[in-house]
T-cell receptor
Framework: DTGVSQNPRHKITKRGQNVTFRCDPI?????LYWYRQTLGQGPEFLTY????????KSRLLSDRFSAERPKGSFSTLEIQRTEQGDSAMYLC??????????FGPGTRLTVL | DAKTTQPPSMDCAEGRAANLPCNHS???????VYWYRQIHSQGPQYIIH???NNETNEMASLIITEDRKSSTLILPHATLRDTAVYYC?????????????FGTGTRLTIIP
């Protein structure tokens, strides 16, 4: 399968713990996006990379959140000191600079 | 990005055409109309996009009014697999370089 992959698919953690999610984009795509989706809402933009450069961050991305894309390939999203309000689906998407963004299946985070 | 307004839900009989409306009265001249859909528990999927001309691909047709203040997504022969939340998004001219601002979309239910 050559689509966008995300790992893990599900993560349950206790409040205050750190979690890290990984996204592997489609191999030739230089743009990578992270979104967050809560129940009943559409996805909300978090941050965007072009190659290894992080070009835009939403104000939703508090200082507890950090994203990286070393070498412009896979990306990681880390949440430190998780809170119950961080419970959501975290979606990754990639594109080649054309109109279409390809989304992965998401990582569902539950903070207890 | 310009805001969009969509009905929260719609039903359509299997085999009939599903027509999903979207209002985007504040769209600016360089903004495109994008449609994505999200099947339950999956990441969003690109359907189609357009600027001012009507567009058709293997999935759907997009009809944009002459004043560009509204559009309609048409699924010509709806199947049960088309049951999903459909998002109408207006975004800037840079293909793949703009974050997508999702609303709450239209929940389309295809009825057997």
């Amino acid at each position: 399968d050559t689509g966008v992959s995300q790992n893990p698919r599900h993560k349950i953690t206790k409040r205050g713990q750190n979690v890290t999610f990984r996204c592997d984009p489609i191999s030739e795509h230089n743009r990578l996006y992270w979104y967050r989706q809560t129940l009943g809402q559409g996805p909300e933009f978090l941050t965007y990379f072009q190659n290894e450069a992080q070009l835009e961050k939403s104000r939703l991305l508090s200082d507890r959140f950090s994203a990286e894309r070393p070498k412009g390939s896979f990306s990681t999203l880390e949440i430190q000191r998780t809170e119950q309000g961080d419970s959501a689906m975290y979606l990754c998407a990639s594109s080649s600079g054309r109109a279409e963004q390809f989304f992965g299946p998401g990582t569902r985070l539950t903070v207890l | 990005d310009a805001k969009t307004t969509q009905p929260p839900s719609m039903d359509c009989a299997e085999g009939r055409a599903a027509n999903l409306p979207c209002n985007h009265s504040t769209i600016s001249g360089n903004e495109y109309v994008y449609w994505y859909r999200q099947i339950h528990s999956q990441g969003p999927q690109y359907i189609i996009h357009g600027l001012k001309n009507n567009e058709t691909n293997e999935m759907a047709s997009l009809i944009i009014t002459e004043d560009r203040k509204s559009s309609t997504l048409i699924l010509p022969h709806a199947t049960l697999r088309d049951t999903a939340v459909y998002y109408c998004i207006v975004s800037g001219v840079n293909f793949g370089n703009e974050k997508l601002t999702f609303g709450t979309g239209t929940r389309l239910t295809i009825i057997p």
